[in-house]
């Protein structure tokens, strides 16, 4: 150590703003903490005020338990809470804050004033604790005023006021989705932003508060638990027409508290694998209530991050659980019966509109786009991850094709499945699985992927390359599981008898799909064979069996998929009129039209509709 540096212990004031620069790094972590203490408080209404984003002022207002003077005399001080008093209280936590670092970070960084009962308290870090007597007040009021006005190293590197509030708004969001039973209010420079009632269930939390109550009847709920009821979880999951290019709507809760955990956020698609096109990611919630022995949340300063004593379970569960809803689920038990007077209001005028009528000749509007590009623009909603434009896309699988406004092409192909579904007969939109090649009329390709072909006055556009990946998975899932030798067997090491009571329950369904496990005991597994097309490693073996519990059906569909996507044919590929043809007649039979990834294999438009799309009157 040099001597011109020598060791000194820092002044508490730079002590403190530091160990507050952990926990509040920004406006909307102040709105955490303290919805955090207003939620432990026990609360049932509970108001949140925003100025300047957060960054001039922040109030939050609850009727809970309140404070006692006793209690504002040491509230502010570091490490002071009432809420753990030993070591092994940490084991055994119950309420959301527990460090009783919140309200000490804040006074750090702010000037921090709490009025509760009769008493007022003012506090910051340049001032010591000033309580006064006023008029008594039910509840608490916290508040924090001119966010890092003594920090300015900190204030720097804040943004816009508008950008900080809407992370103010998204973290309001996350903190009142779990407590659905509790009223909540947001304010933002004195407007209500946001007002979410007391509901009866977290589906309806989640539809409200995230803006999709239009869409409301597309999230299901699912549940399960633990055969020791040590842990339960619901997931509220969107249908496959709801879907996104990202993974920012999955959000994962553990005992009420919003978290990052990669796993519980991959057995959620791992559940949607094959139903939602590929590429995009379903919108979902899931909300873990675990016992707080098997889980540690005392490892990050924001609580963002836990470790779970074994998440295997849990894993295996929620993944099984959502394959399982998509799989038994049909487009009748997931729709909604619409009334007649739905689809003359929607489709009548907004369909078969044309887009040269009296009242679009200009083909723009005020936005300046033409009537297909409105039609088609994505609408604004609201989310508590991000706030940014939404674009809903539907395939004839989804339910959500009816309550969507796609482009024409789609709302042609929905129409006739839906007026063929009325008459049960259903020649149009989805036909019967054996289809006589002398029944279609072939026309050719177009724009490099489509088959067009003719069929019982129906128009059908066929992905050629969605079709022949279809008609291969087909082909592999149906055909015998072959296997080959391993020169170097796999080795698999358990790490509980928990994973070897699970290899042992699937080693016949294993040895079905074309892997042969040998036990040798003392936690030690072989595997000598595997399926033929198996291209993975002995960690990829490992994790899909061990880490992410993953059934053997699963994985050959994985397998099945992957196989089939790289060897079908491309788009752009020219096929010859007898080659398109008979793969035309092959997707036409089809018992299930959908690629493994979801994707459609064909679209359809009736002449009926096509004759509505140009106006032309039939007798």
Known sequence: MSLNRPVRILPPEVARKIAAGEVIDRPNAIVRELMDNAIDSGADSITVEIYGGGIDKIRVIDNGSGMSKEDMEVAATPHATSKISTEQDLLNLSTLGFRGEALSSIAAVSKLTIVSGEYKLETSVTEKNKITQGTPFNGTTVQSENLFQNFPARRMFLKRSATEGKMCFN????????????????????????????????????????????????????????????????LIIGEPGIYRTDRKEISIFVNNRKINEYSLMQAIEYGCMGYFPNGTHPVAALFVTIDSKL??????????????????????????????????STIKSLKPELDASYYENTFSKELFQSPVSQSDTDYTGESGLSRYERLNAPTSKNSF??????????????????????????????????????????????????????????FGTTLGVFILVEKDNTLYL??????????????????????????????????????????????????????????????????????????????????????????????????????????????????????????????????????????????????????????????
């Open 295 to 328: 889980v540690d949340f005392n490892i990050h300063p924001a609580k963002k991050e836990v470790r779970f004593k074994d998440i295997n379970e849990l894993h295996h569960s929620v993944s099984t659980t959502t394959a399982s809803f998509f799989k038994n």
């Open 462 to 619: 066929i992905d050629q390359h969605a079709a022949h990946e279809r008609i291969l998975y087909d082909s592999i899932m149906t055909n015998k599981a072959k296997s080959q030798k391993l020169l170097i067997p796999y080795q698999l090491e358990s790490q509980s008898t928990a994973d070897d009571e699970y290899l042992e329950s699937v080693k016949d369904q294993l040895e079905e799909k074309g892997f042969i496990l040998k036990n040798n005991g003392n936690g030690s597994w072989q595997i000598t064979e595997v399926h033929e097309r198996w291209t993975g490693t002995e960690r990829d073996l490992q994790t899909l069996l061990l880490d992410q519990k993953i059934a053997p059906d699963k994985i050959l569909t994985y397998i099945a998929a992957s196989t089939a996507c790289k060897a079908a044919v491309k788009d752009g590929y020219y096929l010859d009129p007898e080659t398109a043809k008979e793969l035309a007649v092959k997707a036409l039979s089809l018992p299930d039209p959908h690629c493994p990834h979801g994707r459609p294999v064909w679209t359809a438009i009736t002449k009926e509709k096509m004759f509505e799309l140009v106006k032309r009157i039939t007798k």
């Open 385 to 442: 991850n991000s706030i940014e434009e939404k674009s809903y896309n539907s395939d004839l699988r989804s339910v959500f094709m009816n309550n969507s406004k796609n482009t024409y092409a789609q709302k042609l192909a929905e129409m006739a499945y839906q007026e063929d579904e009325k008459t049960e007969s259903r020649s149009a939109a989805i036909p019967p699985n054996a289809v006589n090649s002398d029944a279609i009329k072939y």
């Open 171 to 234: 973290t309001f969001i996350e903190k009142a989705l779990p407590f659905y039973n509790i009223e909540f209010r947001f304010y933002q420079d004195g407007e209500l932003k946001l007002n979410l009632p007391k509901e009866d269930s977290i589906q309806k939390r989640f539809t409200t508060a995230c803006d999709y109550g239009r869409q409301k009847d597309l999230f299901f709920t699912q549940k399960n638990h633990a055969q020791d009821n040590s842990w339960n979880f619901e």
